[in-house]
């Protein structure tokens, strides 16, 4: 089989062949750069498929990365938010304020008494029938005992001493109509004079018999043995003056 003739570079003429001349070598081929090596990929698991790096692993990536500064991006705008609003402490309910207490009524003023020899009240103190107005009457021995001034009906004012008669422990009071009712058992149809100890009744329109005569308060009820002690009195002007006892 004849020699095949040797393949020459494509851009390199082939030099003939002189007799009596060396054939001069041939100029070696321009070095070329190597390929770069191509890393292997590794294989996939049996049954999935190869995963394709240039198709899919780079998109993930960039979707992970984006996704993370996202939400790093949100993260620094609540926190910023946080810290700028202003933080308020929680308002404690108030109790209800207590009612103020009522105030108690403030004491009338003691009323002043008087005492007798002298004046014990006014025509206009005393302008109703059976109006009362208690005084004090002192003795010429200095002694001092409770009295009352009644008008009685018919502009007739009459003063008696609420000491017992013949020196007793008791003070007579002025009884009404319901008191005599129901405290001495007497049913009357205006006030009188009562004992509460010896439950005697002295009905100051009526006369009774006195060592000296006759007397308001005639006994209508009970174990007295005479009205009770009679105080002097007479209107001077507006006023109404008590003088001696008997």
Same mark, same amino acid.
Request: aromatic share 6%.
């Given at each position: !089989?004849?020699? $095949? ?5 494509? %851009?390199?003429a ?12 041939a100029r070696?081929?321009?070095?070329? *750069?190597p ?8 294989a996939?698991p049996? @049954?999935?498929?190869?995963?394709? *790096?240039?198709? *899919?692993?780079?998109p993930? /990536?960039y979707?992970?990365?984006?996704g @993370?500064g ?10 910023w +938010?946080?810290?700028g609003?202003?933080r &308020?402490?929680p ?7 207590p009612a103020?207490a009522?105030q108690p009524a403030?004491?009338?003023p003691?009323?002043? #008494?008087?005492?007798?020899?002298g004046?014990?009240? &006014?025509?206009s103190? !005393?302008? $109703?029938? +059976?109006?009362?107005?208690?005084? %004090?009457? =002192?003795?010429?021995s ?5 009295a009352?001034l009644?008008?009685l009906?018919g502009?007739? /004012? +009459?003063?008696i001493?609420l000491? $017992?008669?013949y020196g007793?422990?008791?003070?007579l $009071?002025f009884a009404?109509?319901e008191k005599?009712r129901?405290? /001495?058992?007497l #049913?009357?149809?205006?006030p !009188? ?6 439950h005697?009744? /002295?009905? %100051?329109?009526r006369?009774g018999s @006195? ?12 174990i007295?043995?005479r ?10 002007g507006l006023?109404?003056?008590a003088? =001696?006892?008997?």
């Amino acid at each position: !089989m004849p020699d $095949e003739p040797k393949k020459t570079s494509d %851009l390199q003429a082939a030099q003939p062949a002189i007799p009596g001349v060396p054939a001069r070598a041939a100029r070696p081929a321009p070095a070329t *750069k190597p390929a770069p090596a191509v890393k292997a990929t590794p294989a996939a698991p049996a @049954g999935q498929p190869a995963a394709n *790096k240039e198709a *899919k692993g780079q998109p993930a /990536y960039y979707l992970w990365a984006a996704g @993370g500064g996202a939400i790093l991006v949100l993260v620094i705008a609540i926190a910023w +938010w946080a810290h700028g609003v202003p933080r &308020t402490a929680p308002v404690a309910p108030q109790a209800a304020a207590p009612a103020p207490a009522a105030q108690p009524a403030p004491p009338k003023p003691a009323e002043r #008494i008087a005492v007798a020899p002298g004046p014990i009240a &006014t025509t206009s103190e !005393m302008k $109703e029938a +059976w109006s009362t107005r208690q005084f %004090l009457y =002192r003795a010429a021995s200095g002694e001092t005992s409770p009295a009352l001034l009644v008008r009685l009906p018919g502009d007739a /004012y +009459w003063a008696i001493s609420l000491r $017992e008669p013949y020196g007793g422990t008791c003070e007579l $009071e002025f009884a009404s109509v319901e008191k005599l009712r129901a405290d /001495y058992n007497l #049913i009357a149809s205006h006030p !009188m004079i009562g004992d509460p100890c010896t439950h005697t009744v /002295y009905d %100051l329109t009526r006369y009774g018999s @006195g060592p000296n005569g006759l007397v308001r308060g005639a006994i209508v009820a009970g174990i007295g043995v005479r009205p009770p002690l009679a105080i002097e009195v007479q209107v001077e002007g507006l006023e109404i003056v008590a003088s =001696r006892s008997e």
